[in-house]
Each structure stands twice: as C-alpha cells, then as structure tokens.
C-alpha cells in the first residue's frame, strides 16, 4: 500500500476506533500480549497465544468520550472511565487515552491507545514528556482524594503515595482473512528508558484488535491505489 494510502485508511481506522470503544459494554476486551526485544528503545512484537496476566483487564463500559485541547485542561475534566481523545493534531504518540481511578487502593490505571493501520508503528520521544504529566496530575488527583484525608486525620498516618501504572495499546482492525502469521510491531523511540524516577511513564504493551469490518474492507480496497 502506498503512504497516501496508507494515511487515507488511518484517518478512517482512529474515528471508527475512537466510537467503538467507547460505546462497547459487556465484560472485557480481548487483549494480547505484545514482547519487548530488551533493546534500549524498546521494540515490541505482537506474540498469539501467549496469556495475558488475570489482573490485565480492560474493560468494556460505555465511556464519556472528552476531547482534550492540553494536557493542562485535564484537571478540570478528570473522570473514571472517561475517554479523552486529543484535538491537537500533532499531540505526540497517542490517539487517545482513558483512566480507571481506583481510590479504595489509592491508584489508578492510566490505558495509553494508539491506533494505526501499519504493521510496523513508531513514536516520538515527546509523547513521554505528555504521558507524564498525565501521571502527575492523577497522582495530584489521588491525593486529594477526601476519603484518603479523613483516614489520614483518623489514623494520623502520612499520606500513602499515590501508584499510577501505564498500559500501551496498540489498537488495530481485526481482519479474519489475513493469514494468522501476520505481525504487528511498535517501535518505541529513543527516551523510552530516560526520565522516569519522579513519574514513570513505562509500562506493559498490548494488542487490541477490534472487528471493524468497514474499516477492514476500506483498508484492503484501498490498496487498489497503488
């Protein structure tokens, strides 16, 4: 498939993405495991078959869908289970995130999507810079937590510190007629492993294929331009 092809069928894969996940209810998403190279930046292969942890689970809920200008705006607008999608073309890595705050345990789950169209995804090293701030603005969020400052007062016990885990899916059409041994890639870019003592921004990759049969159908035809 040509590039302009291939950036057609992307523009059309994010929207179709983006309403699918967010209005899908039931129990949870199928996810597969994607396996670091070790390599330093890390490069990430799609492995079928291959379990994923029981306590990895994203799950199927119907989600307010928020369009974010910056990161900065987060503060006002942070919710459980919300679905915040960048209106900023050049918001870096991303096409979309949503949170699953968890105040009981004093955590939350931040899931980092990516939607994309190409075997073989990379990143920019700014997109960290980003993922971090949203982590240090649930971390703020989670301190202030009035349920963990009556316990606080009560107990006269030091605020526990706020534990926020990163989760990457690399979100692609599912088509049942491509051959099984086709990969998906992600290539992640060089910072990958710096900057992440204060807020870390690394995390486990995922897989999730969502059975957009349009899409699917619009992708292949497409390639008739080459």
Same mark, same amino acid.
């Given at each position: 498939?040509?590039?302009?092809?291939?950036?057609?069928?992307?523009?059309?894969?994010? !929207?179709?993405?983006?309403?699918?996940?967010?209005?899908?209810?039931? /129990?949870?998403?199928?996810?597969?495991?994607?396996?670091?190279?070790?390599?330093?930046?890390?490069? #990430?292969?799609?492995?079928?078959?291959?379990?994923?942890?029981?306590? *990895?689970?994203?799950?199927?809920?119907? /989600?307010?869908?928020?369009?974010?200008?910056?990161?900065?705006?987060?503060?006002?607008?942070?919710?459980? $289970?919300?679905?915040?999608?960048?209106? @900023?073309?050049? #918001?870096?890595?991303?096409?979309?995130?949503?949170?699953?705050?968890?105040?009981?345990? $004093?955590?939350?789950?931040?899931?980092?999507?990516?939607?994309?169209?190409?075997?073989?995804?990379?990143?920019?090293?700014?997109?960290?810079? =980003?993922?971090?701030?949203?982590?240090?603005?649930?971390? @703020?969020?989670?301190?202030?937590?009035?349920?963990?400052?009556?316990?606080?007062?009560?107990?006269?016990?030091?605020? !526990?510190?706020?534990?926020?885990? *990163?989760?990457?899916?690399?979100?692609?059409?599912?088509?049942?007629?491509? !051959?099984?041994?086709?990969?998906?890639?992600?290539? #992640?870019?060089?910072?990958?492993?710096?900057?992440? =003592? /204060?807020? @870390?921004?690394?995390?486990?990759?995922?897989?999730?294929? *969502? !059975?957009?049969?349009?899409?699917?159908?619009?992708?292949?035809?497409?390639?008739?331009?080459?």
């Amino acid at each position: 498939m040509i590039p302009e092809a291939r950036g057609f069928a992307g523009r059309l894969l994010e !929207p179709l993405a983006h309403r699918y996940i967010a209005n899908a209810t039931g /129990r949870f998403w199928p996810l597969t495991n994607m396996k670091s190279n070790d390599a330093d930046p890390p490069h #990430f292969t799609l492995v079928r078959g291959s379990p994923v942890p029981e306590d *990895v689970r994203f799950i199927k809920v119907r /989600r307010k869908m928020v369009k974010l200008q910056s990161t900065a705006n987060l503060s006002t607008c942070l919710e459980n $289970n919300s679905y915040y999608v960048p209106e @900023d073309p050049n #918001f870096p890595l991303f096409n979309a995130f949503t949170i699953e705050l968890d105040h009981a345990k $004093n955590s939350a789950i931040l899931w980092v999507l990516q939607m994309t169209t190409s075997r073989r995804h990379g990143g920019t090293t700014l997109s960290y810079r =980003k993922i971090r701030e949203i982590v240090a603005i649930l971390k @703020d969020k989670l301190r202030e937590d009035p349920l963990l400052k009556k316990r606080k007062r009560v107990h006269e016990q030091a605020t !526990p510190t706020p534990l926020v885990q *990163v989760r990457y899916l690399l979100v692609v059409a599912k088509d049942e007629s491509e !051959p099984k041994n086709l990969q998906w890639h992600w290539q #992640f870019p060089k910072g990958w492993t710096q900057n992440r =003592k /204060r807020n @870390d921004h690394s995390g486990k990759v995922y897989c999730l294929e *969502v !059975p957009l049969m349009v899409c699917s159908i619009i992708i292949k035809n497409v390639s008739i331009f080459k």
